[in-house]
């Protein structure tokens, strides 16, 4: 369903000469500019509503024609700029925010974010206000971290419904750190997800050049190197065990078992 911004109801006066009697009537008409020139709408009423077939912007005439006893005595035009929206397209907005991180140098760390919406959704992330090129997907994967990767990062999703922006994630580089056993800081706790909505794990660790893979039912899942793991729209088959192994020079460690049950409706 398309919806006009505004109703478009314009009532200009025009001046009759005094000395025109009889029976003053006031008439409309409305064109729409299309590609090949303006066109009538056939509407003669005050009010135009938008035309089906038409999103983004118009331009629309108006004439405003005063008669007397049915000849017309005077008339005047107006051009009006309006914006015809799509109310079936819902702009995008975040339900997972990318997080800040601290790094060792030479890891890998990945930004997880993701929109919902009115499909297609594109991403764009940017550093420091700028685009990253070639980082279009709602993750950022940046391998062996240096300091030059340093700084803050956001993303931006986009659909024909407009863009939004993310929050801030600042990624932070330690420098000189001493590489010590590999420690669990923290794991998420088991989920209870519904069917097709999104899943997002997270392990923090500490230790130093540290690295991580992903586990479900105890094999590694490929690509899934990072702390944080995201199932973007989770099916039955990702109901599952799910463990974070990570290691360093110094030794390896896990996580416990996280248990992702999936929800379906009644």
């Known amino acids: 369903m398309k919806l006009l911004i505004a109703v478009l109801m314009i009532v200009i006066a025009i001046s009759v000469s005094p000395s025109l009697a009889g029976n003053l009537q006031q008439q409309y008409a409305w064109d729409i500019e299309t590609s090949s020139g303006w066109q ?20 629309v005439r108006q004439t405003v024609i005063a008669m007397i006893d049915g000849n017309v005595v005077a008339s005047t035009s107006t051009i009006l700029n309006y914006q015809v929206l799509d109310v079936n397209v819902t702009r995008p907005f975040f339900i997972v925010q990318p997080e800040s991180q601290v790094s060792g140098q030479n890891q890998t760390v990945m930004l997880v974010s993701l929109a919902t919406g009115t499909l297609p959704i ?26 030059t990767d340093t700084g803050n990062y956001r993303c931006m999703a986009s659909n024909s419904g407009g863009s939004i922006l993310s929050d801030w994630a600042s990624l932070t580089l330690l420098i000189n750190t001493t590489i010590t056993a590999p420690t669990l800081n923290f794991v998420s706790d ?16 500490s ?8 586990l479900r039912n105890g094999i590694p899942i490929p690509g899934a190197i990072a702390p944080d793991y995201l ?4 099916a039955l088959q990702n109901g599952a065990q799910y463990q974070c192994f990570f290691w360093n020079d110094v030794g390896t460690n896990i996580s416990g078992i996280i248990y992702l049950t999936i929800l379906t409706p009644n």
Do not use: M
């Open 231 to 234: 199932i973007p729209s989770v």
């Open 207 to 214: 230790g130093g050049n540290l690295h991580f893979i992903w």
């Open 122 to 147: 594109s991403y764009q992330w940017q550093k420091n206000g700028l685009d990253v090129a070639g980082a279009n997907q709602n993750t950022l994967t940046i391998a062996s971290v240096q300091e």
């Open 190 to 205: 088991s989920q209870a997800i519904w069917l097709g909505s999104p899943a997002l794990l997270h392990c923090q660790a």
């Open 40 to 59: 009538s709408t056939g509407i003669t009423s005050d009010t135009l509503r938008a035309p089906t077939d038409k999103v983004g912007a118009i331009r």
